[in-house]
């Protein structure tokens, strides 16, 4: 993508959307290509297709005038990642160079122009924090990845998809309950403290400091029609890019998912 136009002499606006649909075959069902021709983003992150490639079919896989790219899990119906861009990218680059994470279809980047897009689905803790090691791990590898893209290329990075982490006690409804829960604790949000300290910045909260929504709710208790929620699903940014982007959205109208998809439309 090229954010400037010399022709015309003007910034051009760029709509990347991050989704994660919890099942790209289910969600397909329920009016996917719709939701894509409708909000017609540059660029679709989405995360958990839970599926393979060879399992996908042109109704998923071609939608209106997108390439799309998908990166799988080893295991069959886990985890995995897919980015549907208008532009066809420079390079896409499957997952972030270490097996342990790149086995579960963790991340998927497109190279542009000016910059990389990143669709990353980040670990589950797990009940008792019994996978906690494992996340941590993958958070360093995930900014180690993107340091290095910045280094080498001198390009803008967005960090898109579901970070299972609530950041803050506004992220979520119940913090308290929650601060050793998964998806809240203390090491968690450390880790996204390292993110941020390292330059990068939340898009969302950076230009929405005090607003109160939420990006994903639990199927049970009828937890999304009362707004009982947590924000996990981020667009993270390095300094640079932010001072393109004009607006952060969490798109809560849109439905099909337990999540709901998360935007950013630059200057």
Not at 114 to 124: D, M
Not at 165 to 180: C, F, Q, R, S, Y
Not at 199 to 226: C, N, Q
Request: glycine share 6%.
């Amino acid at each position: 993508m090229t954010w400037y136009n010399v022709q015309n002499k003007r910034w051009i606006k760029i709509n990347i959307i991050s989704w994660n649909v919890n099942g790209i075959r289910a969600i397909s069902k329920k009016g996917f290509d719709k939701f894509v021709l409708e909000y017609n983003p540059n660029v679709l992150c989405i995360q958990e297709t839970k599926a393979q490639l060879d399992q996908l079919g042109e109704e998923i896989t071609q939608i209106g005038n997108y390439h799309s790219y998908f990166f799988s899990a080893q295991k069959k119906g886990y985890s995995s990642v897919a980015i549907y861009s208008k532009e066809k990218p420079i390079q896409i680059i499957e997952g972030i160079g270490v097996q342990e994470f790149d086995d579960e279809g963790r991340v998927l980047t497109a190279e542009y122009k000016n910059c990389f897009v990143l669709s990353v689905y980040a670990p589950n803790a797990q009940p008792e924090l019994s996978r906690i090691a494992y996340r941590e791990r993958f958070n360093d590898a995930l900014l180690a990845f993107t340091d290095k893209l910045q280094k080498d290329q001198g390009k803008d990075v967005f960090i898109c998809g579901d970070l299972n982490v609530a950041h803050n006690e506004i992220d979520l409804t119940n913090p308290g309950p929650n601060k050793k829960n998964p998806g809240f604790s203390d090491q968690e949000r450390a880790k996204f403290n390292e993110l941020l300290n390292a330059g990068y910045i939340d898009t969302f909260r950076h230009l929405h400091p005090t607003e109160v929504k939420y990006s994903w709710w639990s199927y049970r208790f009828s937890a999304r029609a009362k707004n009982i929620g947590w924000r996990i699903d981020y667009v993270v940014v390095n300094k640079d890019a932010m001072k393109k982007i004009k607006k952060a959205e969490i798109l809560n109208e849109v439905l099909g998912s337990d999540h709901c998809p998360v935007q950013i439309i630059t200057k």
